[in-house]
Structure formats: structure tokens, C-alpha cells
């Protein structure tokens, strides 16, 4: 049995989670409010204060969306109460960030500046003029817009140079050694 998947999910005071019909889940919490339609094939109760997903069979497409399932329920919930942020780095001589209104430009050694527009229920913020955070209650949405932040100058494995995560290590390569 899938143990993630196994486990119920507490629903915090102040959020509430409805499910529709077509396992349509809304999630509602100080945060804001996401929705999401989940596999139609499983069974998703809510139990007083918990939310419990549980499988009809044992087919190993089932297997795999048990546990899913849960987790997608559960990133929701945290969403709307916490919420989700990714530090990213700027590193290189010159390369720097700049905010103004939801646009965010960012000078990396390009011919030109390299300009990207928050998009919706995401918040990036700047600390200083080479970390970049990015927040929101979506964690899917987090994920990729940071991202595409990253794959707008990678880091190189030489100098180190680029845009990294700020929990990502680069690994290292030696220069040329010149000839005596």
C-alpha cells in the first residue's frame, strides 16, 4: 500500500476543502484559494478535520496515483497557509537583477536586458540586486517560473557565473593548465 498516499492530510483552522463532483478539489485558506480537478477514479473524503484519499484497486496505474493524489491535496493545503518561495542567486561580475511594478529585468552579459513579467499569483522580490524570491501559493507555479529565471543564463561550471538556486551546488571544473 502506498504509504504517502496512506496518510490523511489535517486541514489547519481556518482553511476549508470542498470536493465536486469529478474530484474537482477547492481549496480555500487565508492565502487565497486554489483548485485543481484530480483523478476521477479514486476516492477523496473529507473526515472532520482530514482529508483521506484511498484507491478503489490495486492496479499499478491506481498504485501510482494514490500517493499523487495525496500530495498534490496536501501542497494545496499548504499553499494557502504558508505558501511557497525559491531563493535564486545571481553570480557574475556586472550581472544584476532590477524590479519595477510585476516586470523584472535582469542585466547577464546579454547584448541586451533580458525583461520578464510576473505572471499570475506570483510574486517575485528582490534582495538586494542578486537574490531574486519568488512566492506564490501555487507550488507548480513557483517551481517553473523560477525556473525559467534559472534557464535565462544557467550557471557555468567554470567561474561559477549564471543564475543558480541558492540550495544548488555547481559542480566545479579546472581550467586549462598552460603549456612551460
Known amino acids: 500500500m502506498s504509504r504517502i498516499g496512506r496518510m490523511p492530510i489535517a486541514i489547519p483552522a ?16 487565508p492565502k487565497g484559494t486554489l483548485e485543481r480537478v484530480l483523478p476521477a477514479e479514486l476516492d477523496i473524503k473529507v473526515e472532520g478535520a482530514e482529508v483521506v484519499v484511498s484507491r ?10 494514490h500517493g499523487l493524489t495525496r500530495t498534490l491535496i496536501n501542497n494545496m493545503v499548504v499553499g494557502v497557509t504558508n505558501g511557497y518561495e525559491k531563493k535564486l542567486e545571481i553570480n ?29 499569483g506570483i510574486e517575485t522580490v528582490l ?10 501559493i501555487d507550488k507548480e507555479k513557483v517551481g517553473q517560473f523560477a525556473a525559467e529565471i534559472r534557464d535565462k543564463r544557467r ?3 567554470y ?12 559542480r566545479r571544473k579546472v581550467g586549462k593548465t598552460g603549456k612551460k
Do not use: C, F, W
Request: aromatic residues 4%; positive net charge; charged residues 30%.
Open 14 to 29: 481556518g482553511v476549508t476543502v470542498d470536493v465536486a463532483e469529478n474530484n474537482k478539489v477547492t481549496v480555500k485558506g
Open 56 to 65: 478503489p484497486n490495486d492496479l499499478k496505474r491506481m498504485k501510482s496515483l
Open 92 to 120: 557574475g561580475v556586472g550581472y544584476r537583477a532590477a524590479k519595477s511594478g510585476k516586470t523584472l529585468t535582469l542585466s547577464l552579459g546579454y547584448s541586451h536586458p533580458v525583461e520578464m513579467i510576473d505572471p499570475e
Open 127 to 136: 534582495d538586494g540586486q542578486n537574490i531574486i524570491i519568488v512566492k506564490g
Open 155 to 157: 550557471p557555468e561550471p
Open 159 to 170: 567561474k561559477g557565473k549564471g543564475i543558480k538556486y541558492a540550495d544548488e551546488t555547481i
